[in-house]
C-alpha cells in the first residue's frame, strides 16, 4: 500500500514539473510568434500536446493505482474475517492494465510479484495487444491540436498570419528544408529550442 501511495505522489510531481516546463515552452512559443518564426512556434506547440497528452496518461495511472489501494483495502478487510487474502480479479485487471503503461511498468512488475506472493493475483502473463494507434495517425491528430494550442498561446498574432503559414507541417530536423533554415532567425534560437524539446522530454520520461 505504501508502495502504490509513494508510486502516486510520483506521477503527481511529475504532472507539476510538466506543467511547469510547459509555461517555459509557452512563452518561448510567443515569443517565436512575434518574429514570425512559426517554424519553432509549431514545434514547440507540438512539444505541449504531446506533454499534455502525457499529463493525461499519467492521471489516468493515477485514478488506476488508488483503484487498487482501494481494492487491496477491501480484500484486507475482509482477510480479517475470513482469515486469509482472496484473488481480486480487478486488482488483477486493472495491474495489467498499468503493466502496459511504459512509465509504469517496472513498478507495476515488481509490485505484480508481491501480489502474487501474497495470494491476491495470479502470475501476471505479459500478452499485452498493442492496441496503439498507427504512429502515422497519432501525428496526424497532434498536428490538429497544434494548431488550436498555436492560436490559444500566441493568440492574435498566430492568427494574422497566412494560411499557407499555419498549415504548414514542421518538418522533423532530418528533412528540415533550405527555407526552414532561413525562417529559423539564428543559431541560438535553434540550440534554445533544442534546450527546450531536451527539458520536456526529462520531465516526460
Not at 506543467?19 to 517555459?24: F, H, T, V, W
Not at 475482509?78 to 486493472?94: D, F, W, Y
Amino acid at each position: 500500500m505504501e508502495k502504490l501511495r509513494n508510486e502516486c505522489r510520483n506521477i503527481e510531481r511529475q504532472i507539476r514539473d510538466i506543467q511547469r516546463e510547459e509555461k517555459n515552452v509557452q512563452k518561448s512559443i510567443r515569443d517565436a510568434a512575434k518574429r514570425n518564426d512559426m517554424v519553432s512556434a509549431k514545434s514547440l506547440a507540438k512539444e505541449i500536446v504531446r506533454s499534455r497528452r502525457t499529463v493525461n496518461r499519467l492521471h489516468e495511472n493515477k485514478a488506476q493505482l488508488n483503484s487498487i489501494s482501494m481494492h487491496l483495502g477491501e480484500s484486507v478487510a475482509i482477510a480479517r474475517t475470513v482469515g486469509h487474502l482472496s484473488k481480486s480479479a480487478e486488482v488483477m485487471k486493472l495491474v495489467n492494465n498499468l503493466i502496459k503503461a511504459p512509465e509504469m511498468a517496472v513498478t507495476m512488475q515488481e509490485f505484480s510479484k508481491e501480489m502474487t506472493k501474497a495470494g491476491v493475483i495470479e502470475e501476471v502473463v505479459n500478452d499485452a495487444v498493442d492496441t496503439a494507434l498507427d504512429s502515422e495517425d497519432i501525428e496526424d491528430e497532434i498536428e490538429e491540436e497544434v494548431d488550436k494550442v498555436l492560436t490559444a498561446i500566441a493568440g492574435e498574432t498566430a492568427a494574422e498570419l497566412p494560411e499557407a503559414a499555419r498549415k504548414e507541417r514542421v518538418k522533423q530536423p532530418a528533412q528540415r528544408s533550405h527555407e526552414d533554415d532561413v525562417i529559423a532567425e539564428d543559431v541560438d534560437d535553434e540550440e534554445e529550442m533544442e534546450e527546450i524539446r531536451a527539458r520536456l522530454a526529462k520531465v516526460r520520461s
